[in-house]
């Protein structure tokens, strides 16, 4: 069965700073899709970033950037220049093939003034 | 703007009586889902709806039921067999299979006493 891992379920950075959050899936699937959501105080999930696994490339959104490491089922989040509005639960999601998304248990992000 | 409606923020029941949430959206996705977040636990899916009069349980299905009728809308169903549904629901919808992203509601917090 697929599984997504976020091994840490805090995280805080100062404002300007650059923070990474972690995520490893587990699959048995060659091609597959990888995104990250962000959910503010509001509660209204939000597209992030995706990656698709056939493209070794990794993604880009502006500030907010990917590690993407297939061979170690790795899919990293990197934030930069944080700003006080990335204060959010960040989950990554895995989907591969199916109308099933997997979701983490999510990284509550701090931005500390 | 499209987007996905869910209806109403807040809801409070008491325990034994069902309890119908309200999604629609305006975006024209074929596919619709809802999930549960639990303090913890990330979101787990309940149903998801590939076409209209189809849909297709998730991991937690059991004490939800829905219905599919129209394109634009997804009720979700609490029933009264549900042991715990206390806890927030969101609903989603996708364009399509695992390389669409999902959109998000706002949510539904529902409490049950």
């Known amino acids: 069965a697929q599984t997504v891992t976020q091994s840490q379920p805090e995280m805080s950075v100062q404002e300007a700073e650059t923070v990474t959050l972690s995520c490893t899936y587990d699959t048995s699937e060659n091609n597959y899709y990888l995104f990250w959501y962000k959910q503010p105080p509001s509660r209204q999930m939000i597209l992030v970033i995706r990656?698709?696994?056939?493209?070794?490339q990794n993604a880009t959104e502006n500030r907010f950037s990917v590690n993407f490491q297939k061979a170690a089922k790795s899919f990293s989040l990197k934030i930069s220049d944080s700003q006080l509005g990335d204060t959010a639960m960040y989950f990554c999601a895995f989907s591969e093939g199916t109308y099933k998304y997997i979701f983490g248990t999510g990284t509550r992000l701090k931005v500390l003034a | 703007d499209g987007g996905i409606t869910q209806s109403p923020k807040y809801l409070f029941r008491k325990e034994g009586q069902n309890v119908t949430l309200s999604c629609e959206q305006n975006l024209n996705h074929d596919a619709m889902y809802w999930y549960r977040q639990d303090p913890g636990q990330g979101l787990r899916l309940i149903y998801y709806?590939?076409?209209?009069?189809?849909?297709q349980k998730g991991d937690i299905a059991e004490g939800y039921s829905v219905s599919r009728e129209k394109k634009e809308s997804f009720p979700l169903t609490v029933t009264s067999a549900q042991k715990n549904p206390t806890a927030f629901y969101l609903c989603?919808?996708?364009?399509?299979?695992?390389?669409?992203?999902?959109?998000f509601g706002n949510g539904t917090r529902l409490t049950v006493t």
């Open positions: 990656q698709e696994a056939y493209k070794q």
């Open positions: 709806s590939q076409i209209v009069n189809d849909f």
């Open positions: 989603a919808s996708s364009m399509g299979p695992y390389n669409s992203p999902l959109h």
